[in-house]
């Protein structure tokens, strides 16, 4: 076990819905990381997050977004949703989101959009 | 950009066999270089870590060596056992980024 949690761990939705993934760090992990994982993509990073304020953006679209709030739990939210947005979707967690730090990956959300 | 090529899967070995996955990367600067592993129906976790050149990590039996001069990290494991069937990804880390390779799923058959 990781120690961070990530819900829920399957959401079957349709074309054009919105949808919020929520990941909640481990104990004491002030950096939070989200990543896509698809079979055409591999793993891709979307975001990353220090204490509330954004530090690093990656292959996000305009379509997603994410916060972290005060308790440092995040949400990614994925809006007008499309077939191609079918992926596993990974949160992972660190201490103060140094480049070279460990990270800690939750189980992750698979998403299916029908 | 910043990119990790590995070698393509999937690996299929018996068990006891030697395990090299190759792993080479393109980078500005000078990243920190990591293999993580995922087993199935979890997250990533990280096997080893190497942060600069010619620093060897090793962890569980797996040992993997940071080539500057050849940019390549590749993962070695003398003796592998059933129990390491899983996805490996190699990866870099620069500039706030962690940016990963398209992982190689390895079985190993007893």
Redesign the interface.
């Given at each position: 076990d990781?120690g961070?949690t990530q819900t829920p761990k399957h959401l079957i939705t349709a074309t054009g819905q919105r949808v919020t993934l929520r990941c909640s760090p481990r104990s004491g992990d002030l950096s939070v990381?989200w990543?896509q994982q698809s079979l055409d993509q591999?793993?891709q990073?979307l975001i990353?997050y220090y204490n509330g304020e954004e530090?690093?953006k990656?292959n996000i679209l305009e379509r997603f977004s994410a916060q972290q709030f005060p308790d440092l739990h995040s949400e990614l939210n994925l809006s007008s949703l499309e077939l191609g947005d079918s992926a596993l979707y990974?949160c992972?967690s660190s201490y103060q989101?140094a480049?070279?730090e460990?990270?800690f990956?939750?189980?992750?959300t698979q998403l299916s959009v029908l | 950009g910043d990119s990790v090529t590995q070698m393509e899967g999937p690996v299929t070995l018996s068990e006891e066999a030697f395990l090299t996955i190759n792993c080479t990367y393109t980078a500005t600067g000078y990243p920190?270089l990591f293999w993580?592993v995922q087993y199935p129906?979890?997250?990533?976790?990280?096997l080893l870590?190497a942060?600069k050149a010619d620093d060897k990590g090793s962890n569980k039996g797996f040992e993997a060596t940071y080539r500057k001069e050849t940019t390549s990290f590749h993962l070695e494991k003398g003796s592998v056992q059933v129990s390491d069937s899983a996805v490996y990804?190699c990866a870099l880390?620069?500039?706030?980024?962690?940016?990963?390779?398209?992982?190689t799923r390895l079985t190993i058959n007893p």
């Open positions: 990781s961070v990381y990543y591999g793993l990073f990353q530090r690093a990656g990974f992972a989101g480049t070279n460990k990270l990956f939750g189980s992750g | 920190s993580y129906g979890e997250g990533l976790q990280l870590k942060t990804f880390a620069v500039a706030q980024k962690l940016v990963f390779g398209q992982g």
